[in-house]
């Protein structure tokens, strides 16, 4: 018992030092294991014209030679066809991608409580 409470203080005391971008990381990484049931929404002015959901994550697009930041995200989410919030039969997981440059978006977690 006691081992496991100066593992669990050592745990908490590394945390605490590490830099915010190593806590961001870390943050992301359990964010990313553990899923956030999000939803991307697209617009056309003020008109909604499609909807993913269940996504995990947004990634952003890095080059394979050179390692830059590419102008996109990805990601993969069920293609909300009839815009209920719900995995219909005919509803396919899909891979998508929106450009930084052209795409007006809102990505945000849905609760399902």
Known sequence: MKLKLFLIGVALLLLTACTQETQNSLSRSLQNWTGTNGVLDIYAGD???????????????????????????????????????????????????????STSYIFYERNTN
Do not use: W
């Open 47 to 101: 008109k909604l014209v499609h909807r993913f959901i269940k996504i995990d994550k947004v990634s952003t697009a890095y080059g394979s030679n050179d390692s830059k930041m590419r102008p996109y995200r990805y990601g993969y989410g069920y293609d909300d066809m009839n815009f209920n919030f719900t995995r219909d039969k005919n509803e396919k997981k899909v891979y998508f991608e929106f450009s930084d440059y």
